[in-house]
């Protein structure tokens, strides 16, 4: 009976000494759905939150003076993130929680300073996010940017997130930045926007981070090139190959779907030697040619001319990765790392120097599988 008597009453203490005793209900947090993080003129962080706010989420049909918005940014300087974290907290009623944070906005002169010593926090403490969306703003703030009324979403976090899968794009989280960064030879490129006072933002390509200098921002890619260097790197689902053809500039586009990418070293008298093979299979959705897609002869002239068109960028882009920049946005030496890693030892620590003289060169196969609801133009 004694046994059963003390049995009951350990049961009972350790039902009385668990749960939740520090649990905060959700009317007593402050949700940051975004964060923007700028460095001001007397070189302090400056961050800026996008705090949901509860009773406007339910008030998005009404109009006029009875909305309420869904959102509100907060902003304080400070001399790192837990710093200016701890002003902003001083400012609301209710303690901030970063879980739900979908968008991290980089400005650009934050970005030009450096990254790494302001990220930490982000990585260290337990209820941060990973997978939230980075992006850089080029030209501008992200202040501006995380302020912006969005068209579609409540929250222009979400809105960010979304614009890269409409763009055919993997979406970019802060983990992926860590994972380049911590790579053996991948340089980081994250996606960018420019501050657009109509629309809020507008997508700019992307910008390329040096990681062997604090994560320095050295220079941006246009949207063109981004594309490339994204199915380059394994991160694009889809893109849209419009090329002119024939004596009157007629065109044709090609919307790829399957996306295939591979990347061989060949070592040659101690030298690799790179080759980048590029595959697309995908449907015409536009023929303002004479050309028709169901005859051999043309079906071939049309997949040579789309080809060769994409080849021909791919070409400029490792031009300008190895003769402006001189920075591997390519993952080569990470290939490398791979494939050769006894060579790779001896590589790695004059990677910068190797890496703008390498040979390099590129095929790109592109295919068609439909010619659409037609074959040739109307």
């Not at 494939?339 to 910068?352: A, G, S, Y």
């Amino acid at each position: 009976m004694k046994k059963i008597l003390l049995m009951f009453c350990l049961l009972f203490l350790a039902a009385a000494t668990t749960g939740c005793w520090n649990l905060k209900e959700s009317n007593q947090r402050a949700f940051i759905i975004g964060v923007g993080m700028d460095m001001t003129e007397d070189r302090k962080l400056e961050i800026s939150s996008e705090i949901a706010v509860p009773a406007g989420l339910g008030s998005s049909q009404v109009t006029g003076a009875g909305k309420k918005n869904t959102f509100t940014v907060v902003s304080a300087k400070g001399k790192d993130f837990m710093d200016a974290g701890q002003h902003l907290q001083a400012e609301l009623s209710r303690s901030l929680f970063y879980a739900h944070r979908q968008t991290i906005l980089i400005g650009q002169h934050m970005a030009e300073e450096g990254l790494d010593k302001y990220l930490d926090m982000i990585f260290r403490n337990p209820k941060s996010e990973l997978r939230s969306v980075i992006l850089v703003v080029k030209d501008g703030t992200a202040k501006e940017v995380i302020r912006a009324e969005p068209t579609f979403d409540p929250f222009i976090s979400t809105t960010l997130g979304s614009q890269q899968a409409a763009l055919g794009m993997k979406p970019y989280y802060y983990r992926m930045l860590l994972c380049d960064a911590f790579s053996e030879g991948t340089q980081p490129i994250v996606p960018a926007i420019t501050a657009d006072p109509s629309t809020g933002y507008v997508y700019a390509g992307s910008a390329i981070l040096d990681k062997d200098h604090g994560l320095k921002l050295v220079g941006y890619l246009d949207k063109e090139e981004s594309v490339y260097d994204n199915w380059m790197m394994g991160k694009q689902k889809n893109l849209t190959v419009t090329t002119s053809i024939g004596n009157r500039n007629e065109t044709i586009s090609l919307v790829v779907q399957s996306l295939k990418h591979r990347t061989q070293i060949k070592m040659v008298k101690y030298q690799p030697q790179i080759h980048i093979s590029l595959h697309g299979t995908g449907s015409i959705v536009e023929n303002n040619s004479s050309l028709d897609p169901s005859k051999e002869a043309d079906l071939k002239t049309i997949q040579n001319k789309l080809s060769q068109e994409a080849e021909d960028t791919v070409h400029k882009l490792i031009d300008k990765a190895q003769h402006q920049y001189k920075l591997d946005i390519f993952g080569i030496g990470e290939h490398m790392h791979r494939q050769h890693p006894r060579e790779w030892k001896t590589l790695k620590p004059h990677w910068h120097e190797t890496f703008p003289e390498l040979p390099i060169t590129v095929s790109v196969q592109l295919r068609y599988r439909d010619p659409g609801q037609t074959n040739s133009s109307l």
